[in-house]
């Protein structure tokens, strides 16, 4: 008899509007960033034509979701209204709809005024909360309701203040105790699909980074998706003293380390080096050697 799919048995899909989506093998949610400042492309898709090229881009290459921010999570970066971070949404939302109709899309927002507008009117798919509902209250019953995918991120403080010399007994454990406290509130309002993410680079030091990272595979505990963000993050330019624009092979590393660790999803910059990524650690992992022999 197969064992019955509850909330913390391994789930290894997650449904998108009756779409079970199957993440037995890693899959790749492509960033898109609107925003003028985020660390890496601020101010690099403004125009319309700009959105739709590198959206076009990273489906071509195999994207699996595309995940799109207005509002920049950077350490430091300036608040905006929820009027605003709508209005940067929809201005473009409508043109990829239309364009890609199939499009898994998740929208980054911390917001339920914000998810409630995007799913309701333009289809959102999966709402990637970089607050785990901190930041708004509401959120949680809004995702019930919505009965949509919910990514909930790990993230000590706000943008603001997040790197404000951060600080833990264990990091490792703050975080599973985090998240355990956090899910349950999830299962008691009946939200079915949740996605985990320890948060990279979000209220932690660069040690603290790569002691979650190796220790990633202790979040399997609860039996749930595993989403991790390293892409070209400062945990990988200021380790190896380069920029971001030249963190390509050092993100390529880290997301093959969290691929064998249990990752899920990898959120990345550049997918087709991603797809690579998880196509060689797939083989790796598969592999098997019959009638060895000393």
Known sequence: MEPKDTFFSRKLNIN?????????????????????DSFYDGGKYSSSEEILAQVTKMNNEGADIIDIGAYSSRPGALDISAK?????????????????????ISVDTFRSEVAKEVVNNFNVDIINDISAGELDPKMFELIADLNIPYVMMHMNGSPQNMQNNPQYENVVESVISYFEEIINKLKLLGV????????????????????????LSDFRIFELPILIGVSRKSMIYKALDLSAEEALNGTSV????????????????????????????????????DNWHD
């Not at 998108?16 to 003028?36: A, F, H, R, V």
């Open 192 to 215: 079915k699909d949740v996605i985990i993410d320890p948060g990279f680079g979000f209220g932690k030091t660069i040690e603290h980074n790569y002691q979650l990272l190796n220790h």
């Open 16 to 36: 998108c509007k009756g779409d079970l989506i199957d993440l037995s093998e890693p899959k790749i949610m492509g960033i898109l960033n609107i925003t003028q």
């Open 84 to 104: 605003e971070e709508i209005e940067r949404l929809t201005s473009i939302l409508d043109n990829i709809r239309n364009t890609f109709p199939d499009l898994i």
């Open 254 to 289: 880290l997301n093959t380390i969290a691929v064998l660790n249990g990752a899920n999803i990898l959120r990345v910059h550049d997918v087709k080096e991603a797809k690579q990524t998880i196509k060689l650690t797939s083989k790796l992992l598969s592999a098997k050697v």
